[in-house]
């Protein structure tokens, strides 16, 4: 039997090891981090070093970062019991806070005409369109775009950012909101204070030196040009994937897109089929976001985008990783060319 392929990286990157060390390390450190004692100092100061690790790999020095259980959590901090306006294509996380209610073109590129009211991702989850983010703006969702392309928090006049450690090969249920400094929250979850009064709870010290040690390594791939390499092979799928349909649409392929990522449909062939199908040939892929792409009905971000609901049923997304390979694209168009010209001649 073949070796599975995973290309579903804007799901979950697989945990890098520098972030299992960093985290099988802070298993043996028995102290609260709230705890004013020895055992407790040193488990603050891994909290602490990571605290930098994130703030130099996402530019923040200008900047406070609160550990949270992930993005979702961030968002909700900054979110809850504010008017804020968001374009169709955000992720849910943020979009069940606000008002849906911005336009997106056929790219999936939005317009702000009110930034401090306004919230707009850095780079989209399910086809990796990348934003232009205006001044001023209230909050950026930067957890796809966090160690893939070059980013900076104090590059943008963001007041908040949210940031996930799965994403660029840390631990699952870590995370950070990011705030421009001068500008605070009311916490959603109080107690005793921990993150400066943002998040209460013993902080997740494990979950927190993973997530400080992936940031790192992510910034040093990221130097290193890892990602530029990562475009080349998603390119390559793109144009084996064209040879085989020459009618594929391919989303957001005339704007610029995270380095990584390839969303397109054929239309009328069922995404969630494709993704099935994928599946039992070995190829780990999907059909969007990781958030809704378990549910069988039409990428909404595609139809904010304009996308009638048979194409947007149609949608696949892959997206790759350093680890991922020209042979294996070559398997993945083999395997899917198969499905497709079964899916053409049942539909002939």
């Not at 989850?125 to 969702?141: A, F, K, R």
């Not at 996930?164 to 001068?182: D, E, N, R, T, Y």
Request: proline share 3%; with cysteine.
């Amino acid at each position: 039997m073949n070796a599975r392929v995973y290309m579903d990286w804007n799901a979950t990157a697989p945990l890098r090891p520098e972030s299992r060390a960093a985290m099988i390390a802070a298993m043996d450190v028995m102290g609260n981090p709230s705890s004013v004692h020895a055992e407790g100092r040193i488990a603050k100061a891994i909290i602490e070093k990571a605290r930098g690790q994130v703030a130099e790999a996402f530019g923040a020095s200008n900047a406070d970062i609160a550990f949270t259980s992930g993005a979702t959590e961030a968002a909700a901090i900054v979110m809850a019991g504010n008017d804020i306006k968001v374009a169709g294509i955000e992720h849910d996380c943020v979009a069940v806070w606000a008002n849906v209610g911005l336009g997106a073109d056929e790219n999936g590129l939005v317009d702000i005409a009110e930034p401090v009211s306004s919230s707009l991702q850095a780079a989209n989850s399910e086809m990796g369109v990348l934003q232009t983010l205006p001044n001023g703006l209230y909050l950026s969702d930067y957890v796809q775009a966090f160690g893939k392309i070059p980013c900076a928090f104090d590059w943008a006049d963001v007041s908040f950012a949210l940031l996930s450690a799965h994403k660029i090969g840390g631990p699952k249920g870590a995370g950070a909101l990011v705030l421009k400094q001068g500008i605070d929250v009311l916490p959603l979850i109080k107690g005793g204070g921990q993150e400066q009064g943002r998040r209460s709870g013993t902080e997740n010290v494990i979950g927190i030196a993973g997530f400080g040690a992936a940031a790192e390594a992510a910034a040093r791939d990221l130097a290193d040009g890892v990602w530029d390499q990562v475009a080349a092979v998603r390119d390559y799928l793109e144009e084996r994937i064209i040879e085989v349909a020459p009618e594929v649409i391919i989303f957001g392929k005339d704007v610029k897109r995270l380095p990584n990522t390839s969303n397109f449909a054929i239309p009328g062939w069922k995404g969630e089929t494709q993704v099935m199908q994928m599946d039992l040939a070995g190829f780990a892929i999907s059909a969007g976001s990781a958030c809704s792409s378990g549910k069988v009905k039409a990428s909404r971000v595609l139809q904010a985008m304009g996308f009638d609901d048979i194409t947007s049923s149609s949608a696949i997304r892959v997206s790759l990783g350093p680890m991922n390979t020209k042979d294996q694209i070559d398997g993945f168009v083999s395997a899917w060319g198969k499905a497709y010209s079964k899916f053409r001649a049942k539909a002939a």
